[in-house]
């Protein structure tokens, strides 16, 4: 059977967003991965500058391949965006390039939508200016943030070096609603793994940043809807294994 292309754009020290897409695409869509440039002497904040103007580049960087959709697995250049810039920047290199096109937000924001989820938990392993950025871009959005639960790495902030027990361990010393909407920020950080026990016992939707990448770009690939929401959580009765 013959399967799509899905396009991917990831930060050069980015360890988390391939080998958690992969997993995600699985057998649906091959994945084509390309990285924005590395720009040594810069700040966070400039570097993710760079990458927002890098874009248009990084589609072209793809050469003749043809691709059935594009994603920009990067939140954090998006966060120094309002929400309706960036739907409007995706939108119009969608139509340059003649591919669906969408950053990590904006299909995070469609998967918020597509729950109808009005409030959601932030969980953000961000510098804490990075962070209020995030809160702010949500707000902006249209999403009421309840709580922002950050998350660090050997007590510094450092996304890509958050470890599952660290992610796990700090989620549940937050001690989220058993019914909330949490979204865990950040295509950097390893997520799939703590899902499984961050979700455990509870019916939490929990969503993403290569998660609801994912989802967006496997919907364009094979052009059909793809089911995302809550797994009822139900107990074992008294004596039986789960």
């Given at each position: 059977?013959?399967?799509?292309?899905?396009?991917?754009?990831?930060?050069?020290?980015?360890?988390?967003?391939?080998?958690e897409l992969a997993r995600l695409l699985g057998s649906r869509a091959d994945m084509?991965?390309?990285?924005?440039?590395?720009?040594?002497?810069?700040?966070?904040?400039e570097r993710l500058e760079a990458y927002n103007e890098?874009?248009?580049?990084?589609?072209?960087?793809?050469?003749?391949?043809?691709?059935?959709a594009i994603v920009s697995a990067c939140s954090g250049s998006r966060y120094l965006l309002g929400p309706d810039?960036?739907?409007?920047?995706?939108?119009?290199?969608?139509r340059r390039f003649g591919v669906p096109f969408a950053?990590?937000?904006?299909?995070?924001?469609?998967?918020?939508?597509?729950?109808g989820a009005e409030e959601i938990i932030l969980v953000s392993p961000y510098e804490p200016w990075l962070t209020e950025l995030a809160e702010r871009f949500w707000k902006?959005?249209?999403?009421?943030?309840?709580?922002?639960?950050?998350?660090?790495?050997?007590g510094r902030f450092a996304p890509y070096k958050v470890t599952q027990a660290e992610l796990v361990e700090q989620v549940e010393q937050a001690a989220l609603p058993d019914d909330a909407v949490v979204l865990i920020s950040?295509?950097?950080?390893?997520?799939?793994?703590?899902?499984?026990?961050?979700?455990?016992?509870?019916?939490?939707?929990?969503?993403?940043?290569?998660?609801?990448?994912?989802w967006w770009a496997l919907s364009r690939v094979t052009g059909m809807p793809i089911g995302l929401g809550r797994v009822p959580y139900r107990p074992a009765a008294q004596g039986q294994r789960t």
């Open positions: 059977m013959s399967r799509g292309r899905a396009g991917v754009i990831v930060p050069p020290a980015n360890p988390a967003a391939e080998p084509h991965v390309t990285r924005f440039p590395v720009r040594p002497g810069l700040t966070l904040a890098a874009l248009p580049a990084m589609i072209c960087s793809f050469g003749g391949l043809r691709l059935d810039e960036d739907r409007l920047a995706c939108d119009e290199l969608s950053t990590a937000t904006l299909a995070t924001l469609e998967a918020i939508e597509h729950l902006a959005a249209g999403v009421h943030v309840g709580r922002v639960v950050e998350v660090r790495a050997r950040g295509t950097g950080m390893l997520t799939l793994p703590a899902l499984v026990s961050i979700g455990a016992g509870n019916d939490r939707v929990l969503l993403t940043s290569n998660l609801c990448s994912a």
